[in-house]
């Protein structure tokens, strides 16, 4: 199974600035999907990322406050901008196959805003 | 993505058995059935996941119904290991959606 890294591990921002989240995966991989945990919440997919094409957002979720970048099969990262205290959240990327395939996670990044 | 309905919550002692359900009555006949699991402060992990016939791998079985409408995780030897957040998700198979869509889940606590 795909060893996923994100880095950083944690991290307290101030409100207005951006943050950006690297994700690695150890193998080369189509698919990759970005998740935000909030505080005792289930996990929501932010968006997906495929190599040489532009992220897909879903619902809610928009380019200009999560931009993403995929500029290769086995990095991704994610930025949170202007930030605000209802960003304090878990962030996940995931790398994904089929339906008949498992999901594997990173163990997030957790970003508290003062 | 259909609907799939988990208790909030369920309460084991170790070493004993845990039979989680998942109710999935709009499961349609190409869903494949997956079972993740969240410890605290990781990452979702993946348990098991099947189309119709029942599971087996070293982490846990999983029991398709008949009819498909539900299912069950079971996990044979409970540890303190085990207590997670245990999610019970349909994947719309063929296409290009391979995304995962999150419920609430079960969370699971375990006795010593």
Redesign the interface.
């Known amino acids: 199974?795909a060893v996923?890294s994100q880095k950083p591990s944690r991290d307290i921002c101030q409100r207005g600035t951006s943050l950006t989240i690297q994700c690695q995966v150890d193998s080369q991989v189509t698919?990759m999907?970005w998740y935000r945990q909030q505080p005792g919440q289930?996990?929501?997919?932010i968006a997906?990322a495929n190599q040489g094409s532009e992220a897909t957002y879903e619902s809610g979720f928009v380019i200009d406050k999560f931009p993403i970048s995929r500029p290769n099969l086995t990095f991704s990262t994610l930025t949170v901008s202007n930030l605000s205290p209802e960003d304090s959240s878990i962030y996940?990327c995931?790398v994904?196959?089929?339906?008949?395939q498992?999901?594997?996670?990173?163990?997030?990044t957790r970003l508290s805003i003062l | 993505d259909a609907k799939t309905t988990q208790p909030n919550s369920m309460e084991s002692n170790e070493e004993e058995p845990v039979h989680l359900p998942c109710n999935h009555s709009t499961i349609s006949g190409t869903?494949?059935i997956?079972w993740?699991r969240q410890l605290p402060?990781?990452?979702?992990?993946?348990v098991i996941?099947g189309?119709t016939s029942n599971v087996n791998n070293r982490m846990a079985s999983l029991a398709i119904a008949e009819d498909r409408k539900s299912s069950t995780l079971i996990l044979h030897r409970a540890t303190l290991r085990d207590a997670a957040v245990y999610?019970c998700i349909l994947?719309?198979?063929?296409g290009s959606n391979?995304?995962?869509?999150?419920?609430?889940?079960t969370l699971l606590t375990v006795n010593p």
Do not use: A, V, W
Request: no cysteine; proline share 4%; aromatic share 16%.
């Open positions: 199974s996923i698919m999907f289930s996990l929501t997919l997906t996940l995931s994904g196959g089929s339906s008949n498992p999901q594997h996670f990173g163990d997030g | 869903d494949y997956h993740y402060s990781q990452g979702p992990e993946y996941h189309l999610y994947r719309q198979s063929g391979y995304k995962l869509t999150f419920g609430k889940g």
